[in-house]
């Protein structure tokens, strides 16, 4: 059997890219009349460090911990990052596009989805996985930066509030 067609797919691709343009950017943004101060994105020198990173976030009670570990591993050629269940994260070799936080949080998201709902895609369940991981690792106001470029993109959904702090990671 095929499984569904994954139709959020392109709006998520689509409103994580202006998400991360503005990340890598950081700094203050002007969002509707509401002035953000945004972080910039962590940047991964290796895999040890991205799994470092990783490691931190599922230590904080916000960092679902209750899946199992993923294992990180290098991807060949700079195409693209992917999950793979049930629990394998392959970042590309030698992109650095790729050894960034958003793309690593973003195929967090794929697997705890994978482990809590069973979905693999860019449905509702990641998407509140991914604004929750946004929200919380990086800041609220890149969550709400999120959110809108979602609905921008046409990835619609009903999505929760977002957390109103972060906390910092060790």
Not at 108 to 128: E, F, I, L, P, T
Not at 149 to 164: E, I, L, M, N, R
Request: charged letters at 20%.
């Amino acid at each position: 059997m095929k499984p569904p067609r994954d139709t959020s797919r392109a709006g998520v691709y689509s409103a994580e890219d202006q998400v991360i343009a503005v990340l890598d950017r950081g700094g203050v943004v002007d969002f509707h009349g509401s002035t953000f101060d945004v972080p910039r994105q962590r940047r991964f020198g290796d895999l040890t460090a991205a799994s470092a990173y990783l490691n931190a976030v599922r230590r904080c009670s916000w960092g679902y911990s209750d899946t199992p570990a993923p294992n990180l591993r290098h991807r060949r050629g700079p195409g693209r990052a992917h999950w793979m269940a049930p629990d394998t994260i392959a970042l590309p070799q030698d992109a650095a596009w790729a050894m960034t936080e958003l793309v690593l949080l973003h195929e967090y998201a794929h697997h705890v989805n994978w482990h809590h709902n069973g979905s693999s895609g860019h449905d509702q369940g990641y998407r509140d996985i991914m604004l929750n991981l946004v929200a919380e690792a990086l800041a609220p106001q890149v969550a709400t930066l999120l959110l809108a470029a979602y609905h921008s993109a046409g990835a619609w959904g009903d999505y929760p509030a977002t957390p109103t702090s972060a906390p910092t990671l060790t």
